[in-house]
């Protein structure tokens, strides 16, 4: 419109070519037609001016305020972007331009793009830091026992002015080690409830009671997440603790009760089978706490019914210890008899069978004794065997030697009758034996001081020293020997008296001489006195006086050889009989016999 002193011819010629000036020329018009004064046309020109420079002005403002909003929105997404780049770690964002330049609005649409772009990755971003914290919020809730846990990771608040990737890294790292830890606390959760089923199944228990007294949550059935906390561990480990005792408690009463009912057992001779039924007890004498795993086998019935039958078998001990006494002694009896040993004496037998009817020794300890002996006597009869058998051999061959003598000695031997070819046979094979006689003599006598050398003691035949024994058969031998020498020579003094007169001392044959029997030729001296009686040997001259070594035997037997050498050689089973001139051809010593 121009200045307020500019004419208005002037200024309407201007504005003819607008719309305004149309209607100021419109205006002009109607103020002709009226009739109103220059003044007045003048004043309504001014308001009209200065009311279109109020609206320029408003206009100009509003421009004005809109370019500064554009800045400040220019330099807020520039600050808000680079804050995302800083935020979010990021160096910078492709397609984003170097340098800023055009109007403020296309500089506003060059960075809305990438602005946006942040905006974005940092949602993405938020979410993932949220999601980690959520998990490791939980995990850590789980860890803690927490019972009730919001797990709407969308409730989880983002803290802190950081979202970079490395960030991120140490949340996940974080919740890698919380998994790490939940999955080790997990299976400690699930040892600990293996070994309470198995402990349970062991003592015959309810691990589902045990387990739901522990926590609710940690059976199955329950459907809730395993408490895995610190104290729900300690409470795991508490009760297999307590589980553990409880088992190598009944296993020691177990261990217990096997040894009784094994002692029992071997104290009243049980036969297997009726053992069979508590092989499961003794079979666990042998085995450790650790070796036990099978279901059942420590529960409180099979240790009832353990001490039900040590019960039982303590009752029945008392009426059946006699009879395993009088079983025991028998056996150590036998034992001694087939070894030709001492026998316990019978007076010693009957004193501890009265102090066990008394009470007065404990019957365990007194079989313990008996099988102690039993075995001293075996071991002992073991170490007698090879000299038993080389005494056999030579009393064999003493039969042998004393049917030759008899044999011998019978004039008719010679004659045809009945078996006389069997006994010549017999006669050749005993002389071989006899002449064999002196070496198992010598053989014997240095085994048997071998052995008393050995054992520090004599070396008793049916309670007689066999080395006396044997040195007595020596001597004897040695006498006999000296006898059949002097017949030689009285025969050889016989021979050289006169033929006439040698007519006179002739005896004629007696009617009355008896010819051996059969029996007796083909049987030998089978109803001889055994060996085993304590005449042997002239041995009942030792009377009561006390023999502790072979050496004191041999002494007395010297010192009475001369009263009662007789005698003793009428009784002893082991006695030579010279008989008459016809026994001397038959020594042992003069080689073979040709009848």
Known sequence: MGSVQTPIGIRSSALLETSCGYLLQELQMIWDEVGDDQFEREKVLLNIEQ?????????????????????????????????????????????????????LKEQLESIAPALREMRIRKEEREKQFRAVQGQIQKISAEIAGESEYNDLSSNVLVHGNDLSLKKLEEYQNELQRLQNEKIER?????????????????????????????????????????????????????????????????????????????????????????????????????????????????????????ETEVRR???????????????????????????????????????????????????????????????QAQEEASSRKAIMEKVEKWILARDEELWLEEYSRDDNRYSVSRGAHKNLRRAERARVMVNKIPALVDMLIAKTKSWEEERKKPFLYDEVPLFAMLEEYNLLRKERDEEKQRQREMKKVQNQVPVGQENLFVLRPSTSSKRLSDKSLNGGFNNVTPVNKKSSLGIQQLGSTPINTPQQSIS??????KEDHRKILSRSRFAFHPGDDSASVVSSFSGPFSP
């Open 51 to 103: 009311e279109c420079l109020d609206v320029y002005r408003k206009k100009v403002d509003n421009a004005n305020i809109s370019r500064a909003q554009l800045h400040q929105e220019l330099a807020d997404s520039e600050a808000e972007f680079t804050h995302l780049l800083l935020l979010l770690d990021e160096r910078s964002l492709p397609g984003r331009p170097e340098k800023m330049t055009g109007t």
């Open 186 to 306: 997990l299976q400690k959760v699930e040892s600990y409830i293996s070994m309470i089923r198995s402990l349970a199944a062991m003592l015959g228990t309810d691990s589902s009671l045990i387990i739901t007294k522990v926590h609710p949550s940690l059976n199955e059935l329950s459907g809730l997440s395993k408490n895995i906390s610190d104290s729900i561990l300690e409470k795991l480990g508490s009760t297999v603790r307590s589980l553990e005792a409880d088992k190598k408690a009944r296993l020691e009463k177990l261990h217990q009760l096997g040894k009784s009912l094994t002692n029992l057992w071997n104290l009243m001779d049980t036969p297997q089978k009726d053992r069979a039924r508590f092989s499961n007890v003794t079979a666990l004498i042998s085995l450790s706490s650790k070796d036990i795993s099978t279901p059942g086998s420590l529960t409180l019935d099979i240790i009832q019914q353990a």
């Open 313 to 375: 078998l303590d009752q029945l001990k008392a009426s059946k210890m006699k009879e395993l006494f009088l079983r025991k002694q028998i056996d150590l009896e036998e034992i001694c008899k087939r070894s030709h040993m001492e026998i316990p004496s019978r007076l010693e037998m009957e004193s501890i069978m009265k102090l066990m009817n008394s009470g007065e020794i404990d019957h365990a300890d007194l079989l313990t004794s008996m099988n102690k002996q039993i075995t």
């Open 556 to 561: 007395f037997l010297k010192k009475s050889k």
